[in-house]
């Protein structure tokens, strides 16, 4: 069994490697992300904070997942210690061991941001592969029952990355958010995608557990 798992991984990691190579733009020196390996599968993308913890969307796990993480080129194993879900606070954070990432390789721990974001911000949000480039948008894009809510979204839905992917202020070099959902809006001409909404770095902050809360 473990052989057949390690095999797995093995072949997962190349997909990988593989995968990266047709990049755009890599991420910014100052940010660390990680792809999820989720019950032997490639999943999602999640973001290192500091201290072997990384931050995704909450609905790409769930507690009873045997999840890896691909990260600084090698995978190593990951436990879930927070468990968030779509329908509540859409988050969820694991821990993997730092010491088992190569020799003389560190990760660049990132802050929350202070400030919240208006519309016409620029942003940059990395998944596993990428960054592209975005701005905030107005909730007055989406109908008023969604808008409390819902208020932290972005512009640029086709381009940019998917549930999980780091949502960051380029000036404050600080995670703005993790991206969580898509909204769309039927038209005339059919349905039409609006904005993505992040889940802010407020909530981020409340979620986390009190020794990795005091640190940002």
């Not at 790409?60 to 210690?81: E, F, Q, W």
């Not at 990395?126 to 960054?131: F, L, P, T």
Request: proline share 7%; net charge neutral; with cysteine.
């Amino acid at each position: 069994m473990r052989a057949t798992v390690l095999g797995l991984l093995i072949l997962v990691l190349a997909t990988l490697v593989q995968g990266c190579s047709d990049t755009t733009e890599q991420p910014p020196p100052w940010v660390a992300v990680a792809r999820l390996i989720r019950n032997g599968g490639p999943w999602g993308p999640g973001v290192y904070l500091q201290s072997g913890w990384v931050i995704t969307a909450g609905h790409l796990t769930s507690v009873n997942d045997t999840v890896h993480l691909y990260i600084a080129g090698v995978i190593l194993p990951a436990k879930i210690l927070k468990q968030g879900s779509l329908d509540d606070v859409d988050l969820t954070l694991l821990e993997f061991d730092e010491e088992k990432l190569p020799a003389g390789k560190s990760l660049p721990q990132v802050s929350l941001c202070e400030a919240p974001p208006w519309p016409g911000d620029p942003v940059i949000v990395v998944d596993a592969k990428h960054a592209t480039r975005s701005h905030i948008v107005s909730p007055q894009v989406l109908s008023f029952t969604w808008r409390v809510k819902f208020n932290t979204l972005i512009a640029d839905v086709a381009t940019t990355g998917n549930s999980g992917s780091g949502v960051f202020d380029p000036n404050q070099k600080c995670l703005l958010g993790i991206m969580s959902r898509k909204f769309t809006a039927q038209t005339t001409e059919g349905e039409r995608d609006v904005a993505k909404y992040f889940v802010p770095a407020a909530q981020i902050r409340s979620f986390l557990p009190t020794e990795v809360r005091e640190s940002h």
